[in-house]
Antibody, heavy 121, light 106 residues
Framework: EVQLVETGGGLVQPGRSLKLSCVASGFTFSSYWMYWIRQAPGKGLEWVSSINTDGGSTYYPDSVKGRFTISRDNAENTVYLQMNSLRSEDTATYYC??????????????WGQGVMVTVSS | DIQMTQSPSLLSASVGDRVTLSCKASQNIYKYLNWYQQKLGEAPKLLIYYTNSLQTGIPSRFSGSGSGTDYTLTISSLQPEDVATYFCQQYNSWPTFGAGTKLELK
């Protein structure tokens, strides 16, 4: 059974940093692209970052580029999201997700339960 | 960025109704369109990918269609467990989502 479990959320002041983790199980982690997607309270979904299978290629939308860094440890079946210079508009539930295919697709077939990040003074 | 517009934002229907949800892209997305279902307090679930491919384990009452900029999710006979918010997502370029259609029972 595929499982994705996110941890690391919480309340953080504007300008500070936070690192999220997502531990995967039930599939060959190193064969799949992984993603972070967020959802502000009561709002829609926003893609936040992508990472390829070996971690050598990463992608971000302009809204987080230069502030967020995605990485992965295939030995630990874990994907991370380092979030720096946090802003109030980063407040959201953050989900990690895997791709349906073993190549880049941006089809999110399994999602974690989500972790809440609140940026407030 | 490709903008995705869903309509309606809120839909009320009765059990057994045929329900149609719409999603319009700001440019041609060549059928690179997925649909997700999100129930209250849960993570989204992939229902349909590449416009009309049913994800494993999803009931056959769900179906998708469309091309170019216009896409549709259809529920052939609404069931109580289908109450949820439905999001479309394009992946012709960097992924973007629609704002969602909230489906409730009448």
């Amino acid at each position: 059974e595929v499982q994705l479990v996110e941890t690391g959320g919480g309340l953080v002041q504007p300008g500070r940093s936070l690192k999220l983790s997502c531990v995967a199980s039930g599939f060959t982690f190193s064969s799949y692209w992984m993603y972070w997607i967020r959802q502000a309270p009561g709002k829609g979904l926003e893609w936040v970052s992508s990472i390829n299978t070996d971690g050598g290629s990463t992608y971000y939308p302009d809204s987080v580029k230069g502030r967020f860094t995605i990485s992965r440890d295939n030995a630990e079946n874990t994907v991370y999201l380092q979030m720096n210079s946090l802003r109030s508009e980063d407040t959201a539930t953050y989900y990690c997700a895997k791709d349906l295919y073993t190549y880049y697709g941006s089809l999110f077939d399994y999602w974690g339960q989500g972790v809440m990040v609140t940026v407030s003074s | 960025d490709i903008q995705m517009t869903q309509s309606p934002s809120l839909l009320s229907a009765s059990v057994g109704d045929r329900v149609t949800l719409s999603c319009k892209a700001s440019q041609n997305i060549y059928k690179y369109l997925n649909w997700y279902q999100q129930k209250l307090g849960e993570a989204p679930k992939l229902l349909i990918y590449y416009t009309n491919s049913l994800q494993t384990g999803i009931p056959s009452r769900f179906s998708g269609s469309g091309s170019g900029t216009d896409y549709t999710l259809t529920i052939s006979s609404l069931q109580p467990e289908d109450v949820a918010t439905y999001f479309c997502q394009q992946y012709n370029s960097w992924p973007t989502f629609g704002a969602g259609t909230k489906l409730e029972l009448k």
